[in-house]
Each structure stands twice: as C-alpha cells, then as structure tokens.
C-alpha cells in the first residue's frame, strides 16, 4: 500500500501513474476510521481508477483546543483496516507543517450564509478551517469525484458551495449515515465515550425518528419543545442545538411548506463529547 506524508510525493506518485482519463476518488478523513469511513472508499473504489485517502486531524477547524487534543489518532490501526479493505488505496497522511508550511491559520470563506446556521453558530470559524483544508487538499489530491458523509449535512452542503464558487473540477457526492446497531451514528468521537454512554447515546437516533414521526403533523416549533423537554429527562446529556431547517437554505423553519425538503439537525453533548446527527423529515 502507497503511503504518503509530503503532499509533493503524493502529487509526483499521481503524476506518474495517472493518464488525461484516469479517474480519482478522494475521501477526506480525519482517521480513527470506522465502517463509515470505510462504506465512502469502497464507492470510491468502485467508481474510480484511484483512490486517495487522507488521514489529517486538521487544527484550523477546531475552535476547542480540548476537543482538538482529545481527537483519536489511531494512524496505524486505520492503515490495517484500509489494508485489509483494499491494499490499492493510496494514503495521504501529512503533518500540520506539510499542509500549512509554517502558517496554521484559516483562510475566510462565504458559503452565502450557509456557514451562520447552527455548526456555524456553535463552532465560531470551524467552516473557515474546513474549507480552507478541503481546498488544499483537492489541490494536492485532484479528485474527480469527492466523497462525504451526510452525518455532516452541513458540511456536505458547505463542500458543494466552495466547489460551485471556487470553480473546482471536482463531483461532491453525499453517502448515507453509518449507523451502530443501537442506531447511534458512526462518528470517530463515539470512541472516546464509555461503555455506558456509548449505549446510552442511541437515544439521540431514536428521539430524531420520533420526532420525524412528530414533524408530519405538528407543528415544527411543537416538536422542537418536545426534542427539549426529552433531553431535560436525561441529565447524562446536554442538547447544544435541536434545529428544523431547509435542506437546501440550511434556514429555520418558518412555517411548514409542502415544496420544501425538511431535516432535522441535532448537536448533544455526552460528558463533553459532542455528537452531532440529523435526519431527513419529509
Ligand atoms: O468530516 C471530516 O472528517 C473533516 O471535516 C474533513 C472533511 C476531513 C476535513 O478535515
């Protein structure tokens, strides 16, 4: 298995082995895989000539030091599982100097006020430092198609407006959530929760289902006090944000309107882990 830590190796070993027809998939991670990490690179591999990974905990996008100290690294047992999975996959895993040569600041982007809404909301310039890492590393990695999952609704709809903007040659497409068994969507973070919590934490899933459920004939503002008073009944959770919104606009709802496409979008904290999920609602 190729393994790169210098982005200009990794550009010179693509350069080398690619033709004007190759096709790239790309699929961005920060690593402490798990199988919906691993669902991304298998469409990848499916659909594409090459498939290049990136394993980087990218400092710019995290706004708390304490969740960006805290974040896995598990390099080695994520380079087993892609091997296991496929031994063609080509890994990129760069420092923090390979990627922003001596100046780890954000660069500032517009995402039309996609970027104000909720993650944007809670995690001042979080979206500063993911659109500035995507772009460096579609820069180096020049895919033909990137893949992202839905669990960062946001973040997919975020990706799509900085390749719209930004004019880069490149097809974003959305995978479904990964799911454990209890329902709790697959997140790197689920490793740093107990036992217990981790068990716990399927009610997150199964409050979004109910108040899917809910959505289809209450109102939006009834579900959202229901969301509320739910998490108020079990203290091992904190509910950042429980929020009903445009897919498309990433807006609040205002009033229900049959042309629109509704999601529900939630951030919870378990013992200051934070996990996010969503669902669609119509
Ligand atoms: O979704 C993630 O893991 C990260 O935000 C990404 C896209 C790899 C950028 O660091």
């Not at 690179?41 to 394993?55: A, G, P």
């Not at 296991?84 to 954000?106: C, H, M, Q, R, S």
């Not at 198609?145 to 880069?168: N, P, R, S, T, W």
């Not at 109102?219 to 509910?239: G, R, S």
């Amino acid at each position: 298995m190729q393994i790169f830590n210098k982005n200009i190796a990794l550009r010179e070993f693509l350069a080398t082995v690619t033709t004007n027809n190759s096709t790239i998939g790309f699929v961005p991670t920060m690593g402490a895989l798990h199988d919906g990490h691993l669902a991304l690179m298998k469409q990848s591999l499916q659909e594409n000539d090459f498939t290049v990974v990136s394993i980087f905990v990218n400092p710019t996008q995290f706004n708390n030091p304490e969740d960006l100290a805290k974040y896995p690294r598990t390099l080695e047992a994520d380079v087993e599982k892609m091997r296991i999975l496929n031994d063609k996959i080509i890994v990129f895993a760069p420092t923090v100097d390979d990627i922003y040569e001596g100046k780890t600041t954000a660069q500032s982007f517009d995402y039309d006020g996609l970027e104000h809404q909720m993650e944007g909301q809670f995690r001042p310039g979080h979206f500063d430092g993911v659109g500035t890492i995507v772009k460096r590393l579609f820069e180096i990695a020049t895919p033909t198609k990137a893949y992202f999952g839905e669990k960062d609704f946001q973040q997919l709809q975020i990706v799509k407006k900085l390749v719209a903007k930004y004019e880069i040659p490149v097809t974003i497409v959305g995978c479904p959530i990964y799911r454990e068994a209890s329902g709790l969507a697959m997140s790197s973070r689920n490793e740093r929760l107990t036992p217990t919590e981790r068990k716990e934490a399927a009610i997150i899933y199964a409050i979004l289902k109910e108040a899917k459920s809910k959505f289809q004939t209450q109102d939006a503002e009834i579900v959202e006090d229901w969301v509320k008073n739910e998490f108020k009944k079990h203290p091992l959770f904190e509910l950042e944000y429980f929020v009903i919104a445009d897919e498309s606009t990433l807006l609040p709802i205002t009033f229900k309107e049959k042309s629109k496409n509704y999601r529900a979008f939630i951030a919870v904290f378990v013992n200051n882990i934070r996990l996010i999920d969503t669902i669609t609602l119509n």
